[in-house]
């Protein structure tokens, strides 16, 4: 698949005003699905060293992005020379005490860190608290405040290769319109 084309695929699901939570037409779910963030974030991270790069910073040898790997018990896993990110993406499924009871235990001693981006319905069942603590401090939730500030630094930066920067800008755009039909539908803040 062409780059640009799933920038293009995420400028066009946008819900029209009034949708939410329906979903109209199936373009337009696209933002509900892990597996679009996985897409995504697999792209960014892959070809762009500062993209959340708090999060796993790169190594003089870049970072590489993998997607479900050791069989699915994490959905992102980001190396960056000896550093490793797992990420665990949620949008409207529910994040457990016991799925994070068995996602902890294979990085207890690991030295990896552990995140949970956290959108969409989980964003606001679930808040930076609740995860640091059931994580006993081995994992942080971001969320939409953490996306939209490294998708703002990408898209701003003068090194930024065309097709990310178009990707980020799609990216976020659709971020921002979720972000801002979650926080009206359920009267909470997801990033909280």
């Avoid at 695929?9 to 696209?30: C, H, K, M, N, V």
């Avoid at 708090?54 to 000896?82: F, K, M, N, Q």
């Amino acid at each position: 698949m062409d780059n640009d084309a799933i920038a293009e695929f995420l400028d066009r699901a946008i819900y029209p005003e009034g949708s939410y939570p329906q979903q109209p037409t199936w373009e337009l779910w696209t933002l509900d699905y892990e597996l679009i963030h996985k897409l995504v974030l697999k792209m960014l991270i892959d070809s762009t060293p500062g993209f959340l790069a708090d999060l796993c910073p790169g190594s003089s040898s870049g970072r590489t992005c993998l997607i479900e790997p050791g069989g699915g018990l994490y959905d992102v896993r980001v190396l960056a020379g000896h550093a490793t990110a797992e990420i665990e993406i949620k949008v409207w499924s529910p994040l457990t005490s016991d799925q994070v009871a068995r996602q902890i235990e294979p990085i207890r001693n690991s030295g990896a860190r552990l995140f949970y981006l956290l959108l969409g319905r989980t964003g606001v069942q679930r808040s930076r608290q609740w995860v640091s603590e059931t994580t006993i401090g081995l994992g942080a939730k971001i969320s939409y405040r953490e996306l939209d500030a490294s998708l703002a630094a990408l898209i701003a930066a003068d090194s930024a290769e065309p097709f990310a920067r178009r990707l980020a800008t799609a990216y976020r755009k659709a971020l921002t319109a979720q972000y801002e039909r979650i926080r009206k539908s359920f009267g909470k803040d997801p990033d909280w």
